[in-house]
Protein backbone atom coordinates (compact mmCIF):
# COMPACT_ATOMS: atom_id res chain seq x y z
CA UNK A 1 0.00 0.00 0.00
CA UNK A 2 1.38 3.73 -0.69
CA UNK A 3 0.62 6.52 1.47
CA UNK A 4 -2.57 6.35 3.85
CA UNK A 5 -3.24 4.89 7.03
CA UNK A 6 -4.19 1.39 8.06
CA UNK A 7 -6.95 1.62 10.29
CA UNK A 8 -10.01 1.91 7.99
CA UNK A 9 -9.03 -0.38 4.28
CA UNK A 10 -11.91 -0.22 1.69
CA UNK A 11 -13.45 -3.49 1.43
CA UNK A 12 -14.48 -2.72 -2.38
CA UNK A 13 -10.71 -2.02 -3.74
CA UNK A 14 -8.85 -3.05 -0.91
CA UNK A 15 -7.26 1.15 -0.67
CA UNK A 16 -5.97 3.05 2.29
CA UNK A 17 -6.87 6.54 1.16
CA UNK A 18 -10.30 6.76 3.34
CA UNK A 19 -12.02 9.59 4.83
CA UNK A 20 -14.49 9.35 7.01
CA UNK A 21 -17.55 11.75 8.36
CA UNK A 22 -19.62 11.85 10.46
CA UNK A 23 -22.97 12.20 9.11
CA UNK A 24 -25.35 13.02 11.38
CA UNK A 25 -24.43 16.23 11.74
CA UNK A 26 -25.91 17.27 8.62
CA UNK A 27 -29.55 16.32 9.28
CA UNK A 28 -29.41 19.01 12.61
CA UNK A 29 -27.66 22.16 10.14
CA UNK A 30 -30.52 21.55 8.09
CA UNK A 31 -33.38 21.71 10.74
CA UNK A 32 -31.61 24.50 12.10
CA UNK A 33 -31.23 26.29 8.55
CA UNK A 34 -35.21 25.42 7.81
CA UNK A 35 -36.94 26.01 10.91
CA UNK A 36 -35.57 29.93 11.15
CA UNK A 37 -38.27 30.37 8.26
CA UNK A 38 -41.94 30.57 9.33
CA UNK A 39 -43.12 28.92 5.92
CA UNK A 40 -40.69 25.92 6.27
CA UNK A 41 -41.35 24.80 9.46
CA UNK A 42 -43.01 21.69 8.13
CA UNK A 43 -40.20 20.70 6.18
CA UNK A 44 -37.62 21.18 9.34
CA UNK A 45 -39.68 18.95 11.24
CA UNK A 46 -39.40 16.24 8.78
CA UNK A 47 -35.59 16.70 8.82
CA UNK A 48 -35.53 16.67 12.72
CA UNK A 49 -37.42 13.69 12.64
CA UNK A 50 -35.10 12.35 10.28
CA UNK A 51 -32.40 13.24 11.99
CA UNK A 52 -33.38 11.82 15.14
CA UNK A 53 -34.01 8.48 13.48
CA UNK A 54 -30.25 8.89 12.36
CA UNK A 55 -29.33 9.06 15.85
CA UNK A 56 -31.38 6.90 17.72
CA UNK A 57 -32.27 4.33 15.33
CA UNK A 58 -29.28 3.67 12.90
CA UNK A 59 -26.36 3.42 14.64
CA UNK A 60 -23.72 3.55 11.64
CA UNK A 61 -23.59 7.67 12.00
CA UNK A 62 -20.07 7.57 10.85
CA UNK A 63 -19.09 7.03 7.38
CA UNK A 64 -16.22 5.96 5.64
CA UNK A 65 -15.55 7.09 2.05
CA UNK A 66 -12.74 5.54 0.12
CA UNK A 67 -10.70 8.02 -1.82
CA UNK A 68 -9.67 5.56 -4.99
CA UNK A 69 -13.16 4.16 -6.05
CA UNK A 70 -15.42 6.82 -3.56
CA UNK A 71 -17.37 3.34 -2.03
CA UNK A 72 -18.84 4.23 1.11
CA UNK A 73 -19.63 2.17 4.23
CA UNK A 74 -20.60 2.42 8.13
CA UNK A 75 -18.29 2.57 10.71
CA UNK A 76 -17.96 1.76 14.41
CA UNK A 77 -17.68 5.44 16.61
CA UNK A 78 -14.58 3.79 18.16
CA UNK A 79 -13.16 3.08 14.17
CA UNK A 80 -13.81 6.88 13.63
CA UNK A 81 -12.32 8.33 16.85
CA UNK A 82 -9.06 6.33 16.02
CA UNK A 83 -8.96 6.90 12.27
CA UNK A 84 -9.28 10.97 13.54
CA UNK A 85 -6.55 10.77 15.91
CA UNK A 86 -3.88 9.06 13.17
CA UNK A 87 -4.66 11.57 10.67
CA UNK A 88 -4.79 14.44 13.37
CA UNK A 89 -0.89 12.75 14.30
CA UNK A 90 0.19 12.77 11.03
CA UNK A 91 -0.73 16.05 10.54
CA UNK A 92 0.84 17.38 13.20
CA UNK A 93 4.01 15.40 12.64
CA UNK A 94 4.45 16.58 8.52
CA UNK A 95 4.10 20.43 9.90
Known amino acids: MEKGQNVLICPRCGGNKVNSIND???????TILF??????????????????????????????????CKYRWGISKDKFIEQQTIVKNNEKLQA
Open 35 to 68: AVSIVLIPVAIVFLFIYLHKKNVSKKAFLAICLE
Open 24 to 30: GKNYLLF
